[in-house]
């Protein structure tokens, strides 16, 4: 049974910095490109960042510069390094496993909050 369980959301003010982690189990998390979504009330949800299994990275134009996506294949854990945080940057955040077309594969998890205040 797969399962996504996501991490290390909080309340942070503006500019400061927060890391997420996605802990994947019951797939073969090495092979696959994973990716970090997120979604704010009353907006569809929207990808964040993505890295391949080779570890080529993609991110979102709102976040590029300030967010750094990583993996740790042994453990089977995907991270988001948020820095320079902006009020804008308010959701709940998610991980999947991207399939070959580029969608989520997954059922969504719980996510993690974060929260930024001015």
């Known amino acids: 049974q797969v399962e996504l369980v996501e991490s290390g959301g909080g309340l942070v003010q503006a500019g400061g910095s927060l890391r997420l982690s996605c802990a994947a189990s019951g797939m073969f998390f090495r092979i696959n490109t994973v990716a970090w979504y997120r979604q704010d009330p009353g907006n569809q949800r929207e990808l964040v960042a993505r890295i391949t299994s080779t570890g080529s990275t993609n991110y979102a134009d709102s976040v590029k510069g300030r967010f750094t996506i990583s993996r740790d294949n042994a453990n089977k854990k995907v991270y988001l390094q948020m820095n320079n945080l902006k009020t804008e940057d308010t959701a709940v955040y998610y991980c999947?496993?991207?399939?070959?077309?580029?969608?989520?594969?997954?059922?969504w998890g719980q996510g993690t909050q974060v929260t930024v205040s001015s």
């Open positions: 999947n496993v991207l399939t070959d077309r580029g969608n989520p594969r997954y059922d």
